[in-house]
């Protein structure tokens, strides 16, 4: 009988080890995973310009890895520039109607000042769309001209649903596939 407890307290004791171990190591995972797969890097300019155009962060954080991979000196072969990836011309557009920045002196590298236009011109993609996340962020993509002529396709769009499968540009369906995957993850991760 003394046997069966020993044997009892020890098979007990291995098992509290393994539930810990395990318990470390997902708790490490998520802590790997936040820092390096799905970051809130620049935390402090995607809140406050979330906050200012009322979006969600996490969808912010989710183009921002889209675009640029948290890169703030990325710059694409088409000269976008910075975190959110602004051409010129946008951030000069964009940037009349935010008061505390001067539409002809724009460092687009510089980490606030691209997310604060970023966010702001997605913001008004946003009210183009009215709300339409998967719209706005289609536009984001492939430019207003494109999404105006999908929205009036019932093929691509109806009932205030995009069909995904259904956008003629295989770049927009990936781009659009790629946030909301990002999305999802940084709501599961951050929020919950």
């Not at 990325?74 to 959110?84: C, E, H, P, V």
């Not at 505390?100 to 691209?114: G, Q, R, V, Y």
Request: proline share 2%; hydrophobic share 40%.
């Amino acid at each position: 009988m003394n046997i069966n407890i020993k044997y009892f307290k020890s098979l007990l004791n291995i098992l509290i080890i393994v539930v810990l171990l395990i318990i470390l190591v997902i708790l490490g995972f998520r802590f790997i995973y936040k820092k390096y797969v799905y970051p809130t890097k620049y935390s402090k300019y995607v809140q406050k310009a979330a906050v200012d155009n009322n979006i969600d962060p996490y969808l912010i954080f989710a183009i921002i890895k889209q675009e640029s991979k948290f890169n703030k000196n990325a710059l694409s072969n088409k000269d976008a520039k910075g975190l959110m990836q602004i051409l010129d011309t946008t951030a000069k557009e964009v940037a009349t109607d935010i008061k505390h920045l001067d539409e002809n002196n724009l460092d687009l590298f510089d980490a606030s000042t691209n997310i604060c236009i970023g966010v702001k011109y997605f913001k008004t993609l946003l009210d183009r769309y009215d709300g339409n996340i998967h719209l706005a962020i289609c536009a984001y993509n492939a430019g207003l001209g494109n999404v105006d002529k999908w929205k009036e396709s019932k093929h691509i769009y109806s009932n205030g649903h995009v069909n995904i499968s259904n956008i003629p540009f295989e770049e927009t369906k990936n781009y659009l596939i790629n946030i909301l995957n990002y999305y999802d993850k940084y709501v599961k991760l951050y929020k919950n």
